[in-house]
């Protein structure tokens, strides 16, 4: 029988252990909108409600749906760790909590994170054994005001343009692991084209005498290759799982060929201390002037903006089914990937993008540092934005879907003569980003406020709507003077120079279009908004949505595009589907636009 629990498939496919527990489901739950609730014994005593992790309270999946603003909020529920656990230590999970998050189990804290999009963890071991009962307390604190990476979470009380309804709390997958005193860590996997191998960083938790990591690389006819290491030397031992060249087969967009990992950590004795199960996919990614090229190949980066909001659900998907579904509805369109939007995505997705070859850049969901003056500094993100990319960063460094990265998105401000704090946030994310993974191309910030001179791509947002002025602005770039950003600003520049990079138009579109608004007259603009003027009836968004395309799919510098967006959100009617993903347009219509020859992928 199908399961009922919430979201009850493995939150972490690229890291599996044999033994975990899903703690999806009912939980206690109370609303603290003072944030007063630790000195009035929250932690302590039952919660008033119940509510149904991991759905965000403003959710209607929650079963709470309260949109108005949660200062803080508490969760709380008792689960049994599985006796059969014995020689294990359980480590308890988090997915991701919205914003500043603090667990105590059975009364003691054991752990705090800041961040609303990223996981972390705290191990149990002394606080509460395999047969124990662990009574679990969450607060979820989230302010409405100061520098916070919110992605596209409102503000106000109500949605307006294109913010909408705020998550707080728990919004991804709770569970338990059952790990090894001494153990393995989560695996870097990074492909070699070039020398056809797979090479393999696996931290382990202690350097044992005697002890050996050994990784097996399969595919469908077995095993492909093997490799062991000793685990006594490195804080994360190496390995080379080099592919026999009749077994090689890359990763793309039309065969993308997954290889089963196998990891184990053997003590001095050759015993199986420690075991995990991943995968990997053989793909690079490379630069040759103005070319981003997929396996040394002209591949024209189709993007879709896919900001990953549901009406039922908010920023959690609400099945496994649904994130599928919404990359085969890009697919049916004739998008290869996207870029996803101002939220770090679950991991689930990713694991499906890498199943069905769908190319993706990796963005954080850094709106929410606009705090000063428009006209000074505007923009001030802070250290945690840094240590909350680089968490994503390290989650999905394995992913072969993912292509590129973009830790920032339109900080428009004003060059000085003197460095901001955004000079030195926006060169630490990308510092950051080159140090953790020199495997991919990195974006300093899309659109708008080019900071780092070196960025690795250069792209512009463009919402011009009348398809003969879009390809005047965009003809530019044959001449090495690509379309830029103002910001409204044309007396003082918000970017550094274009220095010869790739580019791309990475937003455009986005046309507003709703079926049964048009025959509203003197619609509010705050109830169905879009970019620009909206179109009068279906067949004028065909023929701008195919200028528009157009211009882009005909210039051989342009290595891709990012059309907004994949779905309505809320407010936002410029989705080539409906927010409920029902149809909206002829969508075969939109693919044939789309699938022909780009003049890119006709240099090789």
């Known amino acids: 029988m199908p399961s009922t629990q919430p979201r009850p498939e493995h939150p972490r496919p690229q890291f599996v252990r044999p033994h975990w527990l899903n703690l999806n489901g009912e939980w206690q739950f109370e609303a603290d909108k003072s944030d007063s609730g ?35 909020v508490w969760y709380r529920t008792t689960v049994t760790i599985p006796a059969d656990w014995t020689g294990h230590d359980a480590v308890l999970h988090f997915q991701a909590v919205d914003h500043d998050a603090t667990v105590w189990v059975n009364g003691v804290e054991v752990v705090r994170h800041r961040g609303g999009f990223t996981p972390f963890s705290a191990p149990l071991a002394g606080v509460a054994a395999p047969g124990e009962e662990a009574l679990i307390v ?4 989230d302010s409405k005001s100061g520098a916070q990476a919110r992605g596209k ?23 338990l692991e059952a790990v090894p005193t001494v153990h393995l860590g989560r695996p870097r996997i990074t492909p070699d084209v070039a020398g056809s191998a797979f090479h393999l960083a696996v931290p382990v938790s202690a350097n044992k005498p005697g002890w050996k990591i050994r ?30 060249a009749d077994r090689v087969r890359l990763w793309d967009t039309s065969d993308p060929h997954l290889y089963d990992v196998r990891l184990e950590l053997l003590d001095a004795d050759g015993a199986v201390v420690d ?22 190949k002209h591949v024209f980066q189709r993007l879709v903006l896919d900001q990953g909001y549901w009406p039922e659900s908010l920023m959690t998907a609400p099945s496994e089914e649904a994130l599928v579904a919404d990359i085969e509805l890009s697919l049916a369109a004739g998008f290869n990937g996207a870029r996803l939007h101002q939220k770090v995505f679950e991991e689930r997705f990713l694991y499906h993008a890498d199943k069905m070859g ?16 428009t006209n000074v ?16 960063v390290e989650r999905d460094y394995s992913h072969p879907s993912i292509i590129g990265w973009c830790p920032l998105n339109e900080t428009h401000q ?50 011009e709507q009348d398809p003969v002025e879009f390809g005047k602005q965009m003809a530019g770039l044959a001449d090495g003077a690509p379309y830029g950003n103002t910001g409204g600003r044309e007396d003082r520049p918000i970017s550094q120079p274009y220095n010869g990079q790739p580019y791309f138009c990475s937003e455009f579109g986005g046309i507003w279009w709703n079926p049964e608004a048009v025959q509203l007259a003197g619609t509010d603009r705050a109830e169905s908004w879009g970019y620009g003027q909206r179109v009068k009836d279906e067949a004028e968004f065909y023929d701008r949505f195919t200028g528009l395309v157009d211009v882009l799919l005909d210039d051989p510098r342009m290595f891709g595009y990012c059309y907004t967006q994949l779905t309505d959100v809320f407010q936002e009617e410029n989705g080539i589907y409906r927010f409920d993903r029902s149809s909206k347009l002829d969508v075969e219509r939109i693919r044939k636009v789309q699938i022909r020859a780009a003049a890119f992928e006709q240099q090789g």
């Open 138 to 141: 969450v607060r979820a604190r």
């Open 275 to 296: 075991q995990a199960a991943s995968y990997a996919g053989l793909r690079s990614v490379s630069i040759n002037g103005q070319a981003v090229l997929i396996n040394g």
């Open 358 to 373: 769908y190319l993706v850049w990796g963005e954080f969901g850094d709106w929410g540092a606009g705090v000063g003056d």
């Open 215 to 244: 990784a097996v690389l399969s595919d469908a006819d077995g095993e492909v290759v093997a490799a062991e290491v000793r685990a006594d030397l490195d804080l994360a031992p190496r390995l080379l799982l080099a592919v026999p």
């Open 38 to 72: 630790l000195e009035r014994g929250l932690a302590e005593r039952e919660l008033e409600r119940r509510i149904t992790v991991p759905f965000a309270p403003e959710s209607q999946l929650s079963g709470i749906e309260d949109v108005d603003y949660q200062e803080a």
């Open 153 to 175: 979470q409102s503000t106000l009380y109500f949605n307006r343009d294109c913010h909408y309804t705020r998550t707080t709390g728990i919004w991804q997958t709770v569970w």
């Open 414 to 463: 004003l060059l000085h003569d003197r460095i901001t704090q955004l000079d030195d946030v926006t060169r630490a994310m990308f510092l950051a980003t080159k140090a953790a993974d020199t495997s991919r191309p990195v974006l300093d910030a899309s659109g708008y406020s080019h900071r780092v001179p070196e960025t690795d791509i250069w792209d512009s947002h463009n919402y």
């Open 377 to 392: 500094d505007n923009q001030q993100p802070t250290a945690s934005f840094v240590t909350q990319w680089l968490e994503a």
